[in-house]
């Protein structure tokens, strides 16, 4: 069974930093490009960051370069954000995803449940 697990959501003031995990299971991952897209109430899934299957690559959204690291574990199926210097809009539920070919264009094959992170002023 494919499964893309997040972790590491919650609340936290603005200015502060949280580290989002995704543990993915059912497929090889490890050669799979991966990613973290997010939804606000009222609004649409938009792509925050993304990262290549063994790591060299890494795409941002403009909204979040210089805040934001994506990140793989040593076995590759793992993948985390390190979000810092957090703001109010960034609140949103955050998904992981995943896919054999890329993430970047929004409509990767393999997504997670998300995890809801609220960032209070």
Request: a positive charge; glycine letters at 12%.
């Amino acid at each position: 069974q494919v499964q893309l697990v997040e972790s590491g959501g919650g609340l936290v003031q603005a200015g502060g930093s949280l580290r989002l995990s995704c543990a993915a299971s059912g497929r090889t991952f490890s050669s799979y490009p991966m990613g973290w897209f997010r939804q606000a109430p009222g609004k649409e899934r938009e792509f925050v960051a993304a990262i290549s299957w063994n790591g060299g690559t890494t795409w941002y959204a403009d909204s979040v370069k210089g805040r934001f690291t994506i990140s793989r574990g040593n076995a590759k199926n793992t993948v985390y954000l390190q979000m810092n210097s957090l703001q109010p809009e960034d609140t949103a539920v955050y998904y992981c995803a995943a896919d054999p070919r890329t993430v970047v264009n929004g409509a990767p094959d393999y997504w997670g449940q998300g995890t809801q992170v609220t960032v209070s002023s």
